[in-house]
């Protein structure tokens, strides 16, 4: 019994002293990894960006200037056709035999001058030797005015049923792109009923309309010159509404000679080649100004932009791997990128992924991403020829 009770103790002395031992510390863990890049100067031009709508540079109305049933309609809704070709054709059988009759009075008329002037001819002679009175001849005369008259005016029945005759032949007068026909063959069309058939633009080149601030025209007369040094000096592009800039730039043709009163701003006009079609006459674009001098500035991608009640900063890593808060003022924004007027340098570590993950202070594991390593910005050397005798 009494060894017994001895054993128990024991093991209660054990279990205390076990349970007085102190448990390992966890190792830390390890710092937050964020992808960087590497705040760079690079040439940038200065720029101004307005609300522009493209305009298109001809478009026409096919209207049906005679009355006739339809009997042909030569193109595809939304295609595109060359000039000269045959869009629509109004029946020209009706109009084919007015010509004809236009032609007959037009023989008819010139068959009763041709009397006339014989007439007129034999009437002179006679006068002469009093076989005939001076009225007969006078009444000759007049004939053969009304004659004249009358072949002047089949002339110009045949020539207005020779148009009309045209009429029923609608081709295109420029290449461009064709919209909706309400109408179909078989239906009536004319100046009073179904005038419109279809309309035509052309797609290339188009032009891009846009207001300037009479402040901003100050501004960039003041540093540029006239508006002839403008035009030449400044590039105009265009950045379409998913967000990508437009592949060709363009050329200020345009500006006008007052500002608009009730807005404050002035009409500016530029021509956009359009070979693709891919610019539309009545969409909104953004149309960017750019200066062709550049000036080396501070960019880093705008996705590093962070927002609070004390303005715009972004989140560095310095030399220690620490994690800093550095308040920016930025500049314009350039595609994907924006410049950064104050707050950083050249060089710096700018956190563009994972800035949820820290906060000023804290160390954090950074890697730079791919454009930002200085490998991916050399082009691998051409390997070298080799040639076997």
Known sequence: MRQTSLILVLLSVLLL????????????????????????????????????????????????????????????????????????????RPFEAQVKEAEGQLVHAQASLTYANIQVERYTTLVKGDAVSQKDLDAANMQQGVSKGEVLVAQGQLDLAKINLEYTRLTAPFDGKIGECPISVGNLVGPTINTN??????????????????????????????????????????????????PLAGQIYFTDNVVDTSTGTLLVRARFQNPNGLLNSGNYVKIRLETKDKTPSIMVPAVAIQRDQTGEFVLSVDKDSKVQRRLVKTGQAHGMNIVILEGISEGEKIIVRGVLKVRPGMTANATLEESAKPESKTQPAAPKATGGN
Not at 19 to 27: L, Q, T
Not at 221 to 230: N, P, T
């Open 197 to 246: 058939l279809s309309r035509i633009v052309r797609m290339d080149p188009v032009k891009v309309e846009f207001s300037v601030p009479e402040a901003t025209v100050i501004d960039i007369r003041q540093r540029e010159g006239s508006m002839e040094k403008i035009a030449s000096r400044i590039i105009p592009k265009i950045v379409l509404s998913n967000g990508t800039e437009y």
């Open 17 to 92: 002293a076990s349970s007085c031992r102190k448990k390992p510390v966890p190792p830390p863990p390890p710092p937050p990894g964020v992808v960087c890049t590497i705040a760079e100067k690079q040439d940038v031009s200065k720029t101004h960006e307005f609300i522009g709508q493209i305009v298109a540079e001809d478009w026409v109305d096919l209207v049906a200037r005679v009355e006739g049933y339809l009997v042909k309609r030569n193109f595809e809704e939304g295609s595109f056709v060359k000039k000269d070709t045959l869009i629509f054709e109004i029946d020209p």
